[in-house]
């Protein structure tokens, strides 16, 4: 075969030599695992004798590369995180890409080579893939889809269903909110704004394994990811008729996003995270739990944000730093579209 | 909630409000299952005691809507086909959709209820999916990726990896080639072309299983999408080091299909189907397999095209209608982008 080309091009899609030599030279090298190395039409995978959890999700970031990661990095954080929260053990994942025509190859490079190591971080393999290339200008230049099967080996709580949730359970988050899409925002705009605005984009399934196999009473998790935490407490009380009380000054929010936040007029609570999870849990269970999780990288600034309340059923309350009381309802426009 | 919007909006895709009534009025309507109707980030699948088969596949069709399917039924088909091929019964599948702000509701309305009707027909579900929606211009219409999970709960034959290959084995194909990629070309380019070219989009897998489960001797299978039959099988030649000889008097080319590529100067042996799969079996078993594939709507004009010969390891050789041989290769350039 001869060396790979520069850009991409049409012919890299089409199922012919162009493509083998993608797949080979990129796609393989990277994601080197004897699942992905038969190129069957689809993955044979081992036996397991749990029930499989599934998920699928598209990639449209822009821009591609930020601080804290790029769509590649993203793309498995995403899958795995959606596993994780389901209770399941990430196992397996396919990448499947659209990538326009004229795109860096040496930019998929890296955006292959994140996803690789993310992967391995993660302790998930990926086991089968697509590749798509459309005509310049029909794109904007990577879109990335991961689907991701998991195990539910773990205790089989029906977290996803949120079973128990009852008033006095506390609500937990792992660290600052709105960091992935302050990010996107100040990586977009090009802001001249000095302080440091980075993604928290990372693959929570070992921290959350940690605390679900060495801890009772975790009701409900959920990664706030489009529409923030707002979002996610909007979902689980209107699902479950229950009231959710935040604390505004328990809010763990990273200075420059604040200052971002403030300068653009946007609420922390209804912005994107990538690595974050928010936890509903047992008080009796709420330190051993914080406790685990503030022993974790991605947890150093794990906080209780807020409980589940008797009041205001269906419905999130803030009680702000003033003392007063405003509702947090779901998001209705769209202040920050394509941050995942 | 409003009645729906007649186009999509940037907010369509923001996590919020506009897209839970998006998820509530399209989505969850059509594809209706209870294991969709959970709204996890995860679909938990039941228990299955078989090795598992996971594949995925993005697609980029233009035009979406053509004679003989759309992008919703072909997202499905190609799912469920890649599936049934690795001797997998498929069972379920995610659907993750892009986008473009402003694409008319009802033309989404049309490809998702495409996607729910084809699904029941293949006896798959559609558990899980993503939205996202990108400014104007970002991306063409739609693209729709699908991934699937299959059980190998048939005949446990390696049938991806095709074991047992030998000099006299016959190739199968259940009808015409290259339906799919005309029929496209013709609905793109808008020629004024008298006969009718209709796509083959189809799901195989009852056929095949019928197969599978009534007859020995099935090696190989494959589904000759981008790239054609001359790409499935030199794949084949060159991974198993087989001579493969096909008999151009023997290959189905509908007449239409034939006339637009004689045309174009296009060989149908490289132009991709949807709705076709290539069998490699014993030559013992032939009868029996081609008996029971002719009985099926999909398979009438199932036909012998070729075999495995000793002479020529890894090539393809065409046998001509005027005794004359010539190899066919791999695909190089990309004569039709975009096709699936």
Known sequence: M??????????????????HE??????????????LEEQSDAAILPENHHRMAFTTDSFV??????????????????TVNDLAVSGAVPLY????????????????????????REAKNAGVLVVTGDTKVVNKGKCDKIFINTAGIGSMSMKDLSISTAGNIKTGDVIIINGTMGDHGMAIMKARENFNFK??????????????REVLDRTEG???????????????????????????????????????V??????LGFDP?????????????DPDECDKILGIMKKNDLGIKSAVIGRIIDDYPGKVLLKTSSGGHRFIDLLTGDPLPRIC
């Open 195 to 208: 302080l440091p605005v980075i993604s928290d984009c990372a693959s929570l399934n070992l921290m959350i």
């Open 22 to 35: 993608l797949i080979e030279k990129v796609f393989l090298r990277h994601f080197k695992n004897t699942i």
């Open 218 to 256: 975790v009701k409900f998790m959920r990664d706030p990811t489009r529409g923030g935490v707002a979002t996610v407490l909007n979902e689980l009380a209107k699902k479950k008729g229950v009231g959710i009380e935040l604390d505004e000054s328990a809010l763990p929010v990273d200075q420059g």
């Open 93 to 116: 994942i396919s990448a499947s890409f659209i990538i326009e025509e004229g795109f860096p190859m040496s930019d998929l490079e890296t955006i292959v080579s994140s996803m690789a």
């Open 61 to 78: 970031i822009d821009p591609i590369f930020f601080p804290g990661g790029n769509i590649g990095k993203l793309a498995i954080c995403g």
């Open 258 to 263: 604040m200052a971002m936040c403030e300068l």
């Open 2 to 19: 001869n060396t790979l080309d520069d850009k991409i091009l049409l012919s890299h899609g089409n199922g012919g030599l162009k493509m």
């Open 269 to 281: 609570l209804y912005i994107a995270n990538e690595g974050k999870v928010v936890i509903v849990a």
